[in-house]
């Protein structure tokens, strides 16, 4: 038996978003607890300072909305993106994202600790101090990010690729770096053990300055 159903595109291994077009505009002032919104344009709303408890987003698009310092104790994105969104000092902990994009946003302080990232990719984000903690990456890519001070403790970065990122005094202990691609991140201050860096994909350049950062001292033979 033949097998018509389509896959979802992917790019860079990552499964895009599956998001009908045209979608309708939503016309709303708030979100409701417990409501499960599917095909919608979020577009230049302000949702800001909300408290919620579950929310879930299906096949929908956010551009320029408002989520400053929002709060949902539980939050699932499913084949979504964000564009030039804010969600400075947010906090989502334990969200759900499954084929999400985010483009151009503010993740200033944002907390998605313990969430499960799948198939997600962030491009172009402003991400100081973002708040990974515990969280599980399963399949990721940040590129062109700034994520100075972020903290990935404890965190499942397994073969998230980090490219032109700045990961400047970002916190990755305790985190798997198994396959983790670190070769075109600013690693400065970079808070790690070496236990940690197993499996970790690095230059030859990257390694000396992580080593240095560790106190280990590097020295040719001929020296004493």
Known sequence: MQNNSKKPASKFGIRLPQ???PLPPAELTGLDDQETYSQVLF???DFSTSQHGALAFDQSLFRRVNFM???AASIRLSDCRLEMCDLSAA???GARFRRVEVSGCRLLGTALAEATLEDASFKDCLAERMNFTWTVFKGARFEKCDLR???FLGADLRGVVFRQCDLSRADLRDA???GADLRDATLDGLKVGIKDLVGAIMTPVQGLQVMGLLGIQIKPLDEE
């Open 43 to 45: 577009a230049d709303l």
């Open 19 to 21: 998001i009908p077009k």
């Open 149 to 151: 001070e972020a903290a």
């Open 176 to 178: 798997n770096l198994n």
């Open 91 to 93: 906090v989502w902990m």
């Open 69 to 71: 310092q929002t709060r």
